[in-house]
């Protein structure tokens, strides 16, 4: 081989050698980079590898916030389907009120006179009127305890000799 060819190939595979890099040197932003960096960072892979990590990073994250929008939607959906129980259950709770309402009204009428009676109707005015004035319980609550008034009514219904 020529002596001279040996020195061109010598220096080739020194300057091959010299663009030896590692995954910290091959950061594209790092604007100080020469020539023979960037070149050993495409010609050895380093920046395919970057982009194969950072595009796992953000399939990952992708999946991540695809997993978050699956529950927020999940809570969106049960909150519409709370809200819709819970004017269902106003709209019973009203509904029960008034009846309730309008059979202690009646009731009252018929006792003139009966002050035992009276005095289990002022009972149930004053539980309902507790009941009505809560601030937190919940509507289910709040049934069950004028659905115990309603039995209250009917009992005293009962003694009225009406039922």
Do not use: W
């Not at 002596?3 to 595979?13: D, E, K, N, Q, Y």
């Not at 604007?31 to 050993?40: E, L, M, R, S, V």
């Not at 009120?97 to 018929?110: D, T």
């Not at 009676?117 to 069950?144: F, G, H, T, W, Y």
């Amino acid at each position: 081989m020529h002596p001279l060819r040996s020195l061109i190939l010598l220096a080739g595979v020194v300057t091959l050698a010299g663009c030896a890099v590692n995954a910290q040197e091959c950061d594209p932003r790092n604007a100080d980079a020469g020539f023979a960096t960037k070149f050993g960072c495409k010609t050895q892979g380093v920046y395919a590898q970057r982009v194969d990590e950072k595009e796992k990073v953000l399939l990952d994250e992708q999946k991540t916030n695809q997993l978050f929008r699956d529950v927020y939607a999940s809570i969106e959906q049960e909150k519409a389907s709370v809200g819709k129980d819970l004017a269902t259950q106003q709209a019973q709770y009203a509904s029960l009120n008034k009846s309730l309402n309008a059979l202690l009204n009646e009731l009252k009428s018929k006792a003139k006179g009966n002050q035992r009676i009276e005095a289990e109707i002022a009972s149930v005015e004053k539980d309902l009127k507790n009941i009505n004035q809560q601030d937190s319980p919940s509507v289910v609550q709040k049934q069950l305890e004028l659905q115990k008034l309603r039995s209250k009514a009917s009992s005293l219904e009962s003694d009225l000799g009406l039922r």
